[in-house]
């Protein structure tokens, strides 16, 4: 007679333990590197025009990899900036791709066609940082007034300026990017800085607010269902803007009611709480099963005791009683993914939203991060390298630097320490302290976003060896050669010719 363990996926007989996964550095080193100097696969060529987000991606998990001045030449990652700088915008902001540059054929007639981008502005700028770049050659005070520009009237930001007219999205999404340009290139000071008036800090606070949603979490816009994507950008936007509640930052807490600032995120602990109910065990179509018979292992039932972690009042008195002197080993939870909805399948991304989430508001410990990374190296791991969205998928770029950047967080001894808010190492976030320029408009203190810790303040990408709590520093460690691809090489003078799916 089969086991009636035989069914779960994948297969554990009672009591199995099972061995320490392992993060195979060589083949993310190798997939990285592949989509830094060959071709990227032809199911990119859709997204040819958001070139400017993969860049990021690249770069940074390279970054993060410890291996990026290993295995590429000052010589090309200054043709990586030249890249970026090529696609700043002559009004501000950065180009999503080179693709709209019209350069001297620009006129009044066609610039509609060629604004710039908020969400390539920020990944532009991060990825310089990551780049150890001072941007200096940033047209800072021009940025500054267009992002000024994109505020819509209810306090959130567009995504493009067209003709005056603010055009795209609307959610937390822009606003972190928004946020985060601002807090790059100018601090948490508010007000006109070098003449440049400063966007509405306290609208934006409030348009956040309005997003909210009943059981903590926060959404795209009023009254619709709580995502942990955009629940994310919310926090870390308020953080760019020095706006958490003061359960989560640090500021005198002495101070009157009347001299706080408007503060973000109006139920601290329903918001920690929901983000905490996103970590399951319901990780493919499998487990949507009931495969015992009994209800306790499918996530259709109120009393889903095993499927999701940390809930209140889990198991309900009937599920215990369904499961009342059964084997239990089938409860035992061996991994943990994190979903971005409720009753939705857990997906690698959201290991980072929810993570990231919980480590900005200092509450990262409420989540299991054994069984999370179990999840990530034994189930969306992939064997060529990367990570893929769900279990026996292909790995793709979201998903492969978010799951790097989700294990970063939990400090795996392969990868650099990451900022959370930034989603860059902490030593590109330690860049933007450096900055001269940048340090007579904030001053000494680095612009409001403190960090624990101050070791290695200042060092940038050129720095090989970083070194986490519990773990040795790794400036020995062997790495892997460069991919040949097919005889074809890039030099610095291509940039990122190589992502170019279809020229420009």
């Given at each position: 007679m089969p086991s009636p363990f035989s069914r779960l996926s994948p297969a554990l007989e009672p009591h199995t333990q099972l061995a320490e996964p392992s993060f195979d550095t060589k083949?993310?080193?190798?997939y990285w590197l592949r989509c830094l100097k060959t071709f990227l696969p032809n199911v990119y060529t859709a997204n040819d025009s958001?070139?400017?987000?993969f860049a990021f991606f690249v770069v940074s998990a390279l970054d993060l990899l410890d291996c990026l001045v290993p295995h590429t030449t000052a010589a090309e990652r200054e043709g990586y900036a030249q890249w970026i700088y090529h696609c700043q915008h002559p009004a501000g902001g950065f180009r999503a791709f080179p693709g709209t540059d019209f350069g001297d054929r620009r006129s009044a007639q066609n610039e509609c066609w060629d604004p710039a981008n908020l969400?390539?502005?920020?990944?532009a700028l991060a990825t310089l940082l990551v780049l150890g770049d001072d941007l200096e050659r940033v047209k800072r005070r021009e940025c500054l007034a267009w992002l000024a520009k994109l505020q819509r009237p209810d306090g959130g930001f567009g995504e493009t300026l067209v003709n005056g007219r603010i055009e795209g999205g609307s959610d937390t999404r822009f606003g972190y990017c928004a946020t985060g340009v601002r807090w790059i290139l100018r601090g948490?000071?508010?007000?006109p800085v070098e003449g440049v008036e400063d966007v509405n800090v306290d609208q934006f606070v409030q348009c956040v607010s309005l997003s909210e949603t009943y059981d903590?979490?926060?959404s795209d816009a009023p009254f619709h269902e709580a995502h942990a994507g955009f629940t994310y950008c919310a926090i870390s936007a308020l953080s760019f803007v020095d706006r958490l509640p003061h359960g989560a930052k640090t500021y005198d807490q002495n101070a009157r009611?009347?001299?706080r600032p408007l503060a973000g995120l109006s139920d601290l602990h329903a918001t920690i709480r929901w983000l905490a109910s996103r970590q399951t065990a319901t990780l493919d179509d499998d487990d949507e099963v009931d495969t015992n018979g009994d209800e306790t292992d499918t996530p259709s039932t109120c009393h889903d005791a095993h499927t999701f972690v940390r809930l209140r009042g889990f198991p309900s008195e009937q599920g215990?009683?369904?499961y009342k002197e059964r084997p239990t080993s089938h409860l035992d939870l061996q991994w943990a993914g994190f979903n971005g909805r409720c009753n939705k399948l857990a997906d690698t991304c959201y290991a980072f939203w929810v993570g990231a989430s919980l480590d900005v508001l200092h509450k990262a410990p409420i989540a299991s991060r054994p069984r999370s990374r179990r999840y990530l190296l034994d189930r969306t791991q992939h064997p060529a390298g990367g990570f893929a969205k769900h279990p026996g998928d292909p790995p793709d770029i979201y998903h492969s630097y978010l799951g790097l950047a989700a294990l970063a967080l939990m400090r795996e001894p392969a990868l650099k320490p990451l900022d959370a808010v930034m989603c860059v190492s902490v030593a590109a976030r330690r860049c933007v302290d450096g900055l001269r320029?940048?340090?007579s408009i904030v001053g000494e203190g680095g612009g409001g976003r403190g960090e624990e810790g101050e070791e290695g303040k200042g060092e940038g990408v050129t720095k090989g060896t970083e070194r986490t709590e519990g773990t040795e520093a790794r400036g020995g460690e062997s790495r892997p050669a460069a991919p040949s691809s097919a005889g074809t090489t890039a030099s610095a003078s291509d940039g990122f010719a190589y992502m170019a799916i279809s020229g420009g």
């Open positions: 083949r993310h080193v190798t958001n070139r400017m987000t969400p390539a502005t920020y990944f948490t000071v508010e007000g903590g979490g926060i009611e009347d001299d215990e009683q369904s320029w940048r340090r």
